[in-house]
């Protein structure tokens, strides 16, 4: 069986690791930091459980609503980051039992470097050690990027990692950047209560125009100001926290304050030290350049996940592209589909998608129908006091192939993945209609939207 050595412990290297591990090979898993990677102890976990927090308060704020008095609620941050530590802590150890449950798996906790294409060196607390091996997967991550312009890193400009162990609530934050990572901790914030100031490109700009129309007409009603198309080049230090000087294309200027900042412009591939330029690995600006299944122009070296320049920096991208990658390194074919990939995005309320979007369609010429259903339709979301939002189904004008699902509103990023596993099997529209929805559940939602495309929809009003 080959020996493989898996640089970085989180969601993509610790699966690929526990994968090859399961089908007889000799594995090395090497992590610097703690098992799980950023997602699991400074990223998309501890965020989401910010975010049922915030959802929560949400719902305690409107509890009278549902006949439920409660005076003064209050957020208190000390225990929502012991909550949120707890939270990272259990998954963490959670990896730990998982990956020390396997005997041909060694866990190795140091930073690697390669020495040669066969050999990596990796320092621990207690000396180096040399590690060859067969076939090696780099998963090391990304890091937030941080621009360089002036006042970036003064007191009280953060990331999403110093967000995350903030143990008090600010009166006022500045979110520069409009992506997934600013505008989740934006709505979070908004909701703790802290007045929220955003600034930057399109808001939510990979996701469907219609849904980000409607969310940023939500996020305006809560409070939330929202300066688009602004581009932030410096910031001051003042008597009250700090000011952030943006200016948009037309050189329109704007100054906004606040008591802290968060960086949210993106994540960057991180390869530091791992000596690819010694032993020719190309990269490109940071990232592991690499062509079809994963390999690097070392035959026997392999990428995936944010480390891999231009990929999709998703944690279940990194972890399905491990899957796959150990399945062919193990002589087995890849069995997942990569090309369908559902997005999550934890606003409130949430946004999902997988695959196309009306604008996409449009720019590639593609012709599609479409159809929607809204939650305040739906039993469900109405008990649930969640009316606002809808679900989207695009398909070819023939309905034989759905080219995308948008979902926006109550658990729409567990709906969405009715959408996936239709994708990725190729069902049509009257395959999806085959199936009997439960009632009263939201999935009836996605099931009313699918009837709608071939004008069957019970629960949608006849408009001829």
Not at 450 to 459: D, F, Q, T, V
């Amino acid at each position: 069986m080959p020996k493989i050595v898996v640089i970085g412990a989180g969601p993509g290297g610790y699966e690929a690791a526990i994968r090859a591990a399961q089908l007889g090979a000799d594995v090395v898993l090497i992590e610097k930091g703690r098992a799980g990677g950023t997602c699991l102890n400074i990223g998309c976990i501890p965020t989401k459980t910010l975010w049922k927090i915030a959802e929560l308060y949400d719902q305690v704020k409107e509890s009278s609503t549902f006949g439920i008095n409660l005076e003064n609620p209050s957020i208190d941050m000390k225990a929502v980051r012991e909550r949120k530590d707890y939270v990272a802590d259990r998954m963490n150890q959670g990896v730990n039992f998982l990956v020390e449950s396997y005997p041909n798996l060694e866990y190795i906790q140091g930073t690697a470097s390669f020495k040669d294409e066969k050999t990596v060196i990796v320092k621990k607390e207690d000396g180096e050690v040399e590690v060859t091996a067969d076939s090696f997967i780099i998963a090391s991550g990304s890091i937030a990027l941080v621009p360089g312009f002036e006042g970036s890193t003064l007191d009280g400009v953060l990331t999403s990692t110093e967000l995350l162990d903030l143990d008090y609530l600010p009166k006022s934050l500045v979110v520069i950047g409009t992506g997934v990572i600013g505008m989740e901790f934006a709505s979070i914030y908004n909701s703790f209560g802290t007045e929220v100031t955003v600034l930057g490109s399109e808001v939510l700009g990979a996701s469907d125009g219609e849904i980000t129309k409607r969310i940023q007409s939500l996020f305006k009603q809560k409070g939330m100001n929202i300066n688009k198309g602004y581009r932030a080049e410096k910031i001051e230090k003042t008597e009250n926290g700090l000011k952030v000087f943006a200016k948009n294309k037309k050189g329109k200027e704007l100054e906004v304050e606040g008591e802290l900042v968060l960086m949210a412009i993106g994540r960057i591939p991180y390869t530091e030290g791992l000596n690819l330029e010694g032993i020719g690995v190309e990269t490109d600006r940071g990232g592991i350049v690499t062509s079809e299944g994963c390999k690097t122009s070392v035959p026997n070296i392999y990428a995936i996940g944010d480390c891999v320049a231009g990929n999709t920096q998703l944690a279940h991208v990194a972890s399905n592209q491990g899957l796959n990658l150990v399945e062919t390194i193990m002589g087995n074919k890849p069995h997942i589909n990569e090309e369908v990939v559902p997005a999550a995005t934890f606003t409130l309320p949430e946004i999902a998608q997988v695959g196309k979007t009306e604008e996409q369609l449009k720019e590639e010429g593609i012709e599609y129908d479409k159809s929607k259903f809204l939650f305040s339709g739906n039993g469900k979301a109405v008990s649930m006091g969640e009316t606002d939002g809808f679900v989207k189904i695009l398909a070819t004008k023939d309905h034989k192939k759905i080219l995308g699902v948008h979902v926006f509103g109550p658990h729409a990023n567990d709906l969405v993945h009715y959408g996936a596993i239709a994708m990725s099997n190729d069902l049509s529209v009257a395959d999806l209609n085959k199936t009997i929805f439960a009632h009263p559940t939201l999935a009836e939602t996605f099931m009313e939207a699918s009837h709608a495309m071939l004008g069957a929809s019970i629960h949608t009003a006849n408009t001829k």
